[in-house]
């Protein structure tokens, strides 16, 4: 089951990424330097999540399907609201100089970059305690996170978006997470 739910995860922040890319454009413009500006704050987000999930997972270590599932349910909630404050945002500080709007796009994502990266160490850890194997677990998920995320891209870029525009991929990747959230949550309350 945790495979499916991380694949799902995986899927879900591409969905986002394609989604508030696009919509960022509208900040930043259509050019090398806001592709990598946008591109760096959600890895640097990714990282420091990282750290922070590591650190969750050390400390709360009976808990971490729990945190797995509140990590989800943090980024579908942002991601509900997330296309309406970008274009509030994006009508206040559009023409703002590219350092600026680099740092607000930052303080803005870094929420639901931070949860999204923090879920690899979670499950990462939970599944070396049952398998006994950090390679295996390790590989795993992040082949199988990797596999939903190219998904995700593919399938948001190619095909979803076409369909339901930049609205229906937030919306898509909403609605996965928080049925991730609550499966997660239901399986930590059977396993009670």
Excluded: K
């Amino acid at each position: 089951m945790s495979a499916a739910l991380f694949f799902a995860s995986g899927f879900a922040a591409l969905l986002y990424q394609v989604a508030w890319q696009r919509a960022l454009f509208g900040w930043f413009g259509v050019d090398l330097d806001s592709v990598s500006a946008i591109v760096s704050v959600f890895m640097l987000g990714l990282g420091i999540g990282a750290m922070i999930g590591g650190w969750l997972a050390d400390r709360f270590h009976y808990r971490r399907i729990l945190i797995f599932s509140l990590i989800e349910l943090t980024i579908g909630a942002f991601g509900f609201f997330s296309l309406g404050i970008i274009d509030d945002i994006g009508d206040l500080i559009a023409a703002d100089a590219l350092p600026r709007l680099v740092a607000i796009t930052f303080i803005f994502f870094i929420v639901p970059t931070c949860a999204m990266g923090a879920t690899l160490p979670v499950l990462v850890t939970e599944l070396v305690d049952l398998t006994h194997n950090l390679g295996f677990s390790t590989g795993a998920l992040y082949f199988i996170n990797t596999l939903g995320a190219a998904t995700g891209t593919l399938a948001g870029g190619l095909v979803l978006l076409s369909f339901y525009g930049l609205n229906g991929l937030v919306t898509i990747a909403t609605i996965l997470n928080f049925l991730i959230a609550v499966v997660a949550y239901l399986s930590v309350r059977r396993a009670l």
